[in-house]
Nanobody
Framework: QVQLVESGGGLVQAGGSLRLSCAAS????????MGWFRQAPGNEREFVAS????????RYTDSVKGRFTISRNGATNTIDLQMNNLKPDDTAVYYC????????????WGQGTQVTVSS
């Protein structure tokens, strides 16, 4: 069983920064891409950023471009999301996810970590 565990969430003032980390454990998984999603109360789960293992390419939702950076950190089972210039609208539970092919949806999900940005 593949397990994804997020860490690094917390409370920060608007304009501040947080770094989220996603660590994979359990059965070895042939990953195609890793993604970060978020969900605020009353809202649908929203795509934030993704990292493609084959070439390191990244993709971001428009609202976080220039502020968030997804990257590999140290090991192939760890992905970071550096979040700068945080805004109150960034407040949400952030989830790490993984998929093993471009033709599939994200199959594996972490438990989520709370990010709260105060005004």
């Amino acid at each position: 069983q593949v397990q994804l565990v997020e860490s690094g969430g917390g409370l920060v003032q608007a304009g501040g920064s947080l770094r989220l980390s996603c660590a994979a454990s359990g059965r070895t998984f042939s990953r195609y891409s890793m993604g970060w999603f978020r969900q605020a109360p009353g809202n649908e789960r929203e795509f934030v950023a993704s990292f493609r293992w084959s070439d390191g390419s990244t993709r971001y939702t428009d609202s976080v471009k220039g502020r968030f950076t997804i990257s590999r950190n140290g090991a192939t089972n760890t992905i970071d999301l550096q979040m700068n210039n945080l805004k109150p609208d960034d407040t949400a539970v952030y989830y790490c996810a993984a998929r093993n092919a471009p033709t599939t949806s994200y199959t594996y999900w972490g438990q989520g970590t709370q990010v709260t940005v105060s005004s």
